[in-house]
């Protein structure tokens, strides 16, 4: 069962040892992205935009245990939620989605969500060792 958090709650989840995920692309998690984040992207930049990403699943399954405590955002909170969902249908058993995302969302009523760089949390940029994809598919 996948839980909904803010960006705080993902922020507190961190500081508890939990790994947050960005599912974002590649260029986007290296213009910005919360602190001790890795990336393992759910879609890439195509030709025609954002394309699925078929290694998501296998790379997830190798640099993860199923009962690893995982954070999962995205841009907005749209392919956050599609992770989370796989994730869990696959039988992971500790996943929360971070529903406003890294740059905010709006509600079912139009009104904004702030993300996670909206709220000032500790944002760094680049493909850290160890935490960009390419490190990631090396697990």
């Known amino acids: 069962m996948t839980k909904a958090v803010s960006p705080e709650e993902a922020q507190a989840l961190m500081a508890e040892g939990e790994t947050y995920v960005d599912v974002r692309s ?30 998501f699943m296998s790379v997830m399954e190798r640099a993860f245990a199923k009962d690893a405590k995982l954070v999962i ?26 529903v406003a995302g890294f740059s905010g ?22 493909a850290p060792a160890g935490r960009s994809y390419a490190d990631m598919k090396k697990r």
């Open 26 to 55: 590649e260029p986007e998690f290296e213009a910005g992205h919360p602190a001790g984040a890795v990336n393992v992207p759910i879609s890439n930049m195509g030709a025609g935009g954002l394309e699925p990403n078929p290694d």
């Open 73 to 98: 955002g995205c841009k907005t909170g749209g392919r956050s939620r599609r992770a989370a969902t796989l994730l869990t249908s696959a039988g992971y058993t500790s996943v929360a989605d971070m």
């Open 105 to 126: 969302s709006r509600d079912a009523f139009g009104r904004p969500s702030p993300g996670w760089s909206d709220k000032g949390l500790p944002v760094e940029t680049g």
